[in-house]
């Protein structure tokens, strides 16, 4: 299940431009971090990547294109510690405070990240 946000948020962020050098910014920081970095070992992260720009444009309000598997589905199996859940979370709240999204945009993505937590960690 995806939760939207408003497509003023899209918007308001710089679209897709600015989605995909959140996401890109996201995976090298989290690619970097040992800590996460195992949960990518046997993924094919550009086509990861792919999914997240059209999951979190989608997310916020932006293009209707994302077509992978659900949260559940995606993360099912893979162990994802709530701490984990957290950090990336963190990192992806950094990079786009990094970029210059507002507050507003980061509550809201906040408030996604707390109401998918049970579909990722386990």
Avoid: C, N, W
Wanted: hydrophobic share 45%; proline share 3%; net charge negative.
């Amino acid at each position: 299940m995806l939760y939207l946000l408003g497509v003023d948020l899209y918007t308001r962020i710089g679209e897709g431009p600015a989605v995909t050098a959140a996401v890109d910014a996201l995976y090298r920081v989290i690619l970097g971090d040992s800590r996460l970095s195992g949960y990518f070992a046997a993924t094919d992260v550009p086509r990861l990547k792919e999914h997240m720009v059209a999951l979190l444009s989608q997310v916020l309000g932006g293009p209707q294109d994302y077509s992978g598997r659900d949260l559940r589905g995606a993360h099912l199996g893979l162990g994802i510690t709530p701490a984990d859940y957290d950090l990336v979370g963190a990192y992806l709240l950094g990079v786009l405070a990094g970029l210059g999204v507002d507050d507003e945009v980061l509550t809201a993505v906040r408030g996604v990240l707390s109401s998918v937590a049970d579909d990722v960690v386990g």
